[in-house]
């Protein structure tokens, strides 16, 4: 199964209902020029990825903002639009006090099956202890937690609330908690890699083409930057395909990270089955 | 003189995609009521044009070739980055370059209601940035 492990469905029409609520997202997200997306059409673009699932993610900054982002019930109803396709990862802002209740309705009652939190856009540091509740409670429940890592390309969101190395207690204080630290905590993304040789329960994805088309860009951050050895030998297993949509299209990500030199048994881990073990549908090899 | 404009919507099915488009053009002009002038067909984006050719698979297909040994798709283009302006990421650098190449719109002959073609001319939407949703107008002109 190939898995696209980040994505933001901030356009997608089923969730965008009249044009206030579409302008809202934009300006609050970033995507600024784009257009509404029919769902039956994001369908077409996985498929012309060759995409089976896209976990997509909520977000929760109503602690200073009129309403979610994408809230949890609107995750909960793209995914029961086509349960086949997608996963729903919840939000809830931890500077608001019912929190914990928020993400526990949305374990409990609308099943979704991870966290995103972008630190950056709530202006808080990894070790802020407004997040142990949530963290516990992740960890407790099995589900994974989705960290912007480095870079947010999001309005007003700081990147050094999201070095990857200021989430090393998170990483230490829950070892059952499965993160994943996304756009390879680019620029910071040797820090990342000491993460994910360093803590087995430390993931990282793929959705980072900033400069260049993506496959220079990925030649560059893992042939050039790095020996494509690390990759390959070192934490093969970590590094999980993800596009940032709309950010980047599926197809151009797809496309790119399709033309670095690894082995094939690399290139299946990366697009689907360690996105299977990070989601807790598959046991780890801990061999 | 009249004027009708006719903006009609389309569906890109791959990222390289010639989509016939005679028969709605010739519908458009039959309904417009205009007997004698021009029809103008023209796309509303910069990653697609609009061309003219013999509607054969074998041609679409030189085509198709001919583009992508003149615009590659792997090649250091400078629309390649980060556009703050969307907060998305350009990369789609082959298909404005294409569309350059195919021009955004064509021209045609109306006489006696008719829209007039050469018999092996058939008039293509030609997607370079696809799948993507479009539109194109119709513009016909004359008495």
Redesign the interface.
Known sequence: MIIDIHAHPVLYDVINPDDEILSFRKQQFGVFKSGRVPLDFALRLMDNAGIDRTVIMGADYSADSPRPLVSNEEIRKIVDAAPDRFTGFASADPRKADAAETLEKAFTELSLSGLYLNLSRLHMFPDDPRLEPLMKFCQDMDRPVMFNGGYSWTPDSPAKYSEPVRFEDIACSFPRLRICLAHLGWPWHMETIMMLMKYPNVYTDTSLIYMGTPARYYEQIFCREMDIDWLQNSFADKVMFGSDLPRWRQVRAMEGLKELPVRKDVLDRILGSNAEVFLGWRKKDER | MNVKLYEKHI?SR??FDLILITDEVRSAVAESGIKNGMCAVITQHTTTGIIVNEGLPCVEKDIEILLERLVPH?Y??VH???LP?????S?NSPGHLKSLIAGNHCLFPVIDGRLVLGHAQDIYFAEFDG?L?RRYYIHIMGE
């Open positions: 569906e791959k990222e792997d250091p283009y390649t980055h980060m302006s969307y907060g998305t990421c990369g799948l949703r």
